[in-house]
T-cell receptor
Framework: EADIYQTPRYLVIGTGKKITLECSQTMGHDKMYWYQQDPGMELHLIHYSYGVNSTEKGDLSSESTVSRIRTEHFPLTLESARPSHTSQYLC??????????FGDGTRLSIL | GDSVTQMEGPVTLSEEAFLTINCTYTATGYPSLFWYVQYPGEGLQLLLKATKADDKGSNKGFEATYRKETTSFHLEKGSVQVSDSAVYFCALTPRGGSYIPTFGRGTSLIVHP
C-alpha cells in the first residue's frame, strides 16, 4: 500500500502554464526529495528537504521551486512550463538514514 | 564525493536463469547499501539492504552481500521469473551527515519465458 502519494499521475499541458506537482506522505518522515527521471531511467536529485521550512537544491539544476510548510507535504512548482520540462518526476521520503519510500511518479508532458 | 557504478543493461535472460547485476561504490566511511526495484509505471521500492560489512540482504529470492574489501554489493538471484522484469537500482546512504542517497544509473532486466 502507498504511504506516499503523488498527484496527478499524468499531466499534458501547454507551454507557459504554471504547474504544481503534489506530494504527500503519511509516515511522519523528516526528509523529502524530488527526483527527475530521464528516459534512460537514471535518477537526478533536483530538490530535497530536511524538515519544515528547509529546502535545498539537488545535483541537477532545475527551474522548479519547492516548499515545505508542513511535514507531510512537499509540492513542486514550475512557474512557466517549457517542453524541456517534459519528464517523469518522483517524490520520496525517508527518516534519518533509513531507506526511501517513493511515490508512483508524475509523468509530465509539455506541448 | 560518493558514487555508485552498476552494470549497464539491458540484461536479457531466459526464465529460471541465474542473475547477477554488479554494483560497486565509492564512499567515505561505511555507508548503508540498498537495492531498489522499479516496475513499469511505478516508483522505486526497496528490495533489500545491508548496513555493515559482510551483512547479507535478502528478499524474494534476491541476495546481496556487503563486501567492504571490494566495495561491492552485487545483486544475485538463482532462478529469475518473467515477473522479475524491471529496472534495478543500487544505492548508498552515508552514515551520518546529510543522509542524502546516491543512486547508480539503473539496470534494466528483461526475462523471457
Amino acid at each position: 500500500e502507498a504511504d506516499i502519494y503523488q498527484t496527478p499521475r499524468y499531466l499534458v499541458i501547454g507551454t507557459g502554464k504554471k504547474i504544481t506537482l503534489e506530494c504527500s506522505q503519511t509516515m511522519g518522515h523528516d526528509k523529502m526529495y524530488w527526483y527527475q527521471q530521464d528516459p534512460g531511467m537514471e535518477l537526478h536529485l533536483i530538490h530535497y528537504s530536511y524538515g519544515v521550512n528547509s529546502t535545498e537544491k539537488g545535483d541537477l539544476s532545475s527551474e522548479s521551486t519547492v516548499s515545505r510548510i508542513r511535514t507531510e507535504h512537499f509540492p513542486l512548482t514550475l512557474e512557466s512550463a517549457r517542453p524541456s520540462h517534459t519528464s517523469q518526476y518522483l517524490c520520496a521520503s525517508s527518516f534519518g538514514g533509513q531507506p526511501q519510500h517513493f511515490g508512483d511518479g508524475t509523468r509530465l508532458s509539455i506541448l | 564525493g560518493d558514487s555508485v557504478t552498476q552494470m549497464e543493461g539491458p540484461v536479457t535472460l531466459s526464465e529460471e536463469a541465474f542473475l547477477t547485476i554488479n554494483c560497486t561504490y565509492t564512499a567515505t566511511g561505511y555507508p548503508s547499501l540498498f537495492w531498489y526495484v522499479q516496475y513499469p509505471g511505478e516508483g522505486l521500492q526497496l528490495l533489500l539492504k545491508a548496513t555493515k560489512a559482510d551483512d547479507k540482504g535478502s528478499n524474494k529470492g534476491f541476495e546481496a552481500t556487503y563486501r567492504k574489501e571490494t566495495t561491492s554489493f552485487h545483486l544475485e538471484k538463482g532462478s529469475v521469473q518473467v515477473s522479475d522484469s524491471a529496472v534495478y537500482f543500487c544505492a548508498l546512504t552515508p552514515r551520518g551527515g546529510s543522509y542524502i542517497p546516491t543512486f547508480g544509473r539503473g539496470t534494466s532486466l528483461i526475462v523471457h519465458p
